[in-house]
């Protein structure tokens, strides 16, 4: 199994509001029982100066999740690029890969928040061209093709052989085309429409694009009051229903409508405890994921 990969539908993982020892113990936690309940991948994302339920470290905590499981792959999705050199990126994440063979992906956006450049001392500003300037050539030494004296590094050189898979968050067509033309896959965040979405998935294909297309979506096997749902999203974002046919059935639309293929699912709804957490990880795992792969496979 090859890391964010079409047709995958991963997991993304996120902090509960507990001290730091047992926040970590339950993330762990929360990989092994989605691996035993067939989730293909976890993702974990970044934000830094204590910003609500995210890690500064996604690259070390997709490490943490990897140790503590067997099967599953995971990937720091997104990371955020222009905090970095994209050289570190590069050794940081095919060394990982080299612990944990065909089970590290990679996914990197610009950023969207000020604070965490503030407090690296970087120009907010400055990030889209430091983005801009860094995906092709990251691209690249994950797929052993870079220049050197980085190509020498054993860990990139082994990437010629079993790349480094690597996602880009996109919101527009000069970011797919991008995508494109560095041979990497795309990652949609969860608040474009279909309509939007098909656009941009029309584009990246359109521009030679071959990797793989991720919808983010919500979803919630519901017990919930309708007015708590209310709250979650507008049908398109947040995805919750009683049964897991109904749950699949709105996925699938947003594959067939928003021309996806593959998903990241968040089951992490603010307010629920991390046991009921928990069991909607096993719930869409062993009832949602079988049906959608199965109708996924189909489409293709």
């Known amino acids: 199994m090859t890391p964010l990969a079409p047709g995958q539908i991963s997991l993304r993982i996120y902090p509960h509001r507990l001290p730091p020892v047992q926040m970590v113990e339950r993330m762990c936690a929360q990989a092994r029982v989605a691996e035993r309940a067939g989730w293909d991948g976890l993702m974990t994302s970044e934000h830094h100066g204590g910003f609500p339920d995210y890690v500064p470290n996604p690259l070390q ?31 940081q994440a095919a060394w990982l890969a080299a612990r944990f063979p065909r089970r590290v992906g990679l996914g990197v956006a610009v950023g969207g928040l000020a604070q965490d450049f503030e407090i690296a001392g970087l120009d907010y500003a400055a990030r889209g061209a430091a983005f801009r300037e860094a995906l092709p050539l990251l691209a690249s030494a994950l797929r052993g093709e870079g220049a050197e004296p980085l190509s020498q590094d054993p860990a990139i050189a082994a990437t010629r052989e079993v790349p480094v898979p690597l996602v880009s968050a996109a919101q527009g067509p000069k970011a797919v085309a991008r995508a494109a033309t560095a041979g990497v896959g795309v990652l949609f965040d969860s608040l474009q429409t279909l309509d939007r979405m098909r656009e941009l998935c029309d584009a990246y294909v359109e521009a030679g694009g071959t990797g793989s297309r991720i919808a983010i979506r919500r979803i919630y096997r519901s017990y919930a009051s309708s007015a708590a749902q209310d709250h979650w999203g507008d049908g398109q974002q947040m995805i919750a229903a009683e049964g897991a046919e109904e749950v699949a059935e709105g996925l699938l639309r947003v594959a067939r409508e928003g021309g996806c293929d593959a998903f990241n699912l968040r089951v992490h709804v603010k307010g629920v405890e991390p046991a009921r957490v928990d069991e909607q990880i096993a719930r869409v795992g062993e009832e949602l994921l079988p049906i959608l792969r199965r109708e996924l496979a189909g489409s293709r």
């Open 61 to 91: 905590l997709a490490g943490w999740l990897l140790e503590a499981t067997d099967r599953v792959w995971a990937a720091a999705c997104p990371l955020l690029l222009p905090l970095y050199h994209w050289s570190h990126v590069a050794e």
